[in-house]
């Protein structure tokens, strides 16, 4: 196998566990929801998570733990607020991304062409794997880059979130885990 070859795998296979990791970070935060509503609600775990289970579909969720602050000191509600509005955007990059479409650019090559016949071919692009997504509002594309950049989104809200489950149990937060 060329170099050209294996490089071409390593990116293709690097393009496809950012896709995984995109959604599965994401599912990390949905699942530690939880959590964070019994947190928020302040009784004990077995209670709160009967509770919780009644809701179905992520706004509800979303709603529940959102009235379980309802009274609760101002700056978690914020806190809560803001959070909540990243999660709902998580959530709708997620769903982009595990339902849109790999699509292979082979690169753009120039030909350099004598008196006919072909002088020189050049590869003034490189090959690369894209991820498209055609909504009413366009067409959404991720590259590696972009999936990294989702990526890391995803697992920043999720250290957030467990910074934000620590607050609310009066326990102290290290730097990582603050962000709202």
Not at 28 to 49: C, H, M, P, Q, W
Not at 61 to 90: E, P, Q, Y
Not at 99 to 110: D, E, I, K, L, Q
Not at 131 to 136: A, D, G
Request: aromatic share 8%.
């Amino acid at each position: 196998m060329t170099d050209d070859h294996r490089e071409r795998d390593e990116e293709k296979w690097l393009f496809y566990a950012l896709i995984g990791y995109c959604v599965t970070r994401y599912q990390s935060v949905e699942d530690y929801l939880e959590t964070v509503f019994a947190a928020a609600i302040g009784v004990e775990r077995e209670k709160s998570n009967a509770i919780y289970r009644v809701a179905r579909g992520l706004e509800a969720k979303l709603d529940m733990i959102t009235a379980a602050f309802i009274g609760a000191d101002d700056g978690h509600a914020a806190k809560w607020d803001r959070l909540c509005g990243r999660i709902a955007a998580a959530a709708s990059a997620r769903n982009r991304i595990a339902h849109a479409s790999p699509v292979f650019h082979g690169g753009v090559h120039t030909v350099m062409l004598g008196e006919n016949e072909v002088v020189s071919v050049t590869q003034t692009e490189p090959a690369r794997m894209e991820l498209h997504k055609t909504t009413k509002g366009g067409t959404m594309v991720w590259t590696v880059s972009t999936l990294r950049e989702e990526s890391q989104r995803s697992r920043e809200l999720f250290l957030h979130l467990v910074g934000f489950v620590m607050e609310l149990e009066g326990k102290p937060v290290g730097e990582h885990l603050r962000g709202g």
